[in-house]
């Protein structure tokens, strides 16, 4: 049964959820006295107005677009991985150690190694909690909110402990070697006497997100597995029948998941930092679930929600430098944004479902019912992914 | 070793205990009706501020804590609505409202105050001060070295159990209160069977989004009573930003732990407290053991804990079966 075109569903909805979120924070910016009209100028103006902006604005973008597509696979297993932060900071040990521990005799090299690093590292960290909820029943929100906590404590260990190089202060690794450094978008985009991206941390990790989302496409849509993910996600019990295994599809999700999360660390760690510091990741790992339950956990709209949140987040930095309005303005932002497209999404889409549903209603003598069907086989992104029963 | 520094161990163990024991009987209330609760951390965090914002503007301890009981039940409103009436995903919503009181909380305190997110210090009757139990000698009239030579009986009873905040003493007294309602009781009853079965309250003629809406409003109360400790309480004196610090999630490990029953939830916060309580003083790990723990281990271990009971290998727990699960009426 159909209630409502495809478009609507994909970008109506998504679009009426975001300008609720967007009047709210209005409100709240009202609230403490400040002009919202002024600051969504500043805002934009901030992120996207000038090269420098836009090094900044993708370089958020690139960490938002791993944790999301991380959050959007777990979602399409019906998973809910909660635990990107302490995947990508476990991400950012492995690049650490490979960075520092293997000689690199070209960064194109270096990158390869970090990838495969930090890749294997988020995975690993994913896969306890995974295996937990695969083989005991564990449910997988809360291990991997403990795992957060737990990774969160191994690097203070680590980082104030056996990696800290010897007389320093800073929690941190030593640099890494110079031969690790990957392009950043000035290096790559400057020519002549035009520099541009000066000062900017945006790097070419944002090349390998781009290709992430690529690749998750053609996992998700194009292969066996992927098949087998969403026909997992969609009804356990008719997967099981079908001969997929759960604790394949719940294993293989989550590692993937944990992979994309710690892939993050390519961006922040071996490409801005250039070391690895404490608490890094700043909350990229839950932002995740807010891009990725934009994006309807589909690459493209994992990219288009990235690139927005990107722009919120450096456009919250020049609002805070400019205004009144402190940075934390952005939090509340990112929380509305995840309340109405994540857990108020029937408030939406019930009314606008009716709506459709009237004027189909109406018009139904006179012309054919609109544009409706689903193409075969393409199935919905399913909307809100469930508690996993344990 | 001595007999003052295990006191000291204790009196701190009861106190960093109290948010956990209260926080964890909202999750108790919540997901025995169940709605899981990944917001009690927003919603301490929410009355934590507003508690301190409002003593320290009126001057009374008691509108702060009134404040901060409405602001967690605001909270609580929005979880209902989006997890019981909208029927949406619980634990994003969970999400949702651990960031918005994350962001609001500083964004509010810097424009009331300006301070950059935090409250003013609280003076005189703008903080829970110290109760003093019948019997129990008041310490800070005492000296040091009249205090060391305290009979230990008599140093215990003044020290440890006496001497807290009244919602320290509130907290105590919620956990049979807690098992008293949920085990002894028909609303108490109706709760439990709500997180087990909702078609069956149901056919029973009973109000299933009611009942679990109620659920969330006691959790509602609780937490607001956690957030007031943490800022109002002595020795705390005002709010900082994300003062609860992950407060909320040791609370939900605490409530797996005890497998969601009351009793155990007291034994499991006091033990997190304990946790918490040696990692604020590493050099007393040092004296107790002769070995030097990372107290990044310390702070960890709640969390191995519980993951560790949730893989079943010490007992396993067994989370109230239609928890998480909207109830849809009309099948």
Redesign the interface.
Known sequence: MERMPRWADVVLVPLISLLLAGLISAL?IL???ENPWEALKIMVSGAVGSTYAWGYTLYYATNFIFTGLAVAVAFHARM?N?GGEGQAAIGGLGVALVALYIPWPHWTLALLGATLGAALFGAAWAA?PAF?QAK????I???T???N??AA??L??LL??PLKPAGTMETATAPFPEATHIPSFRDLFSHGDTILFRGTPANITFFVALLACVLVWLLIWKTRLGYEIRAFGFSEGAARYAGIGATKIIMVSMMLSGALAGLMAINNTLGEAERLILNAIEGAG?IG?AVA?MGRSHPLGVLLAAILFGILYQGGAELSLTT???R?????????V??FT??????VR?PVERLFARRRLRGAPAAPPGPALHPPGEAAVPS????TR? | MDWTTVLLLLDSTIRTATPLLLACLAGLFSERAGIFDIGLEGKMLVSAFLAAGFAFTTGSVWLGLLAGIGGSLALSAIHGLASITFRGNQLISGVAINFLAAGLTVVAAQSWFGEGGRTPQLGEGERFGAVILPGALDLSELTIREQRELPPLTALYSDVLSGHSILTYIALLAVPLSWWVLFRTRFGLRLRAVGENPAAVDTAGISVARLRFAAVAIAGVLCAIAGAQLSTAEPAAGFIRDMTAGRGYIALAALIFAKWRPYPALGACLLFGFFQALEARPDIFVRLFDIRVPSALLSALPYLLTVIILAGFVGRAIPPRAGGEPYVKER
Not at chain 1, 328 to 336: F, N, P, R, S, W
Not at chain 1, 384 to 387: E, F, H, I, R, W
Request: glycine content about 10%; overall charge negative; aromatic content about 10%.
């Open positions: 709240v609230a403490i006295g809910f909660i306890v937990l005991r029943g564990s449910h929100v809360i291990t909110i403990m795992f906590f737990i404590a191994l203070n260990y104030v402990g839950f679930i339950l009144g309005i402190p934390e303005m952005v939090v509340v932002i990112q929380a509305l995840i309340m994540g857990a108020l999404d029937n408030m019930m809100s992914p469930t508690a344990p």
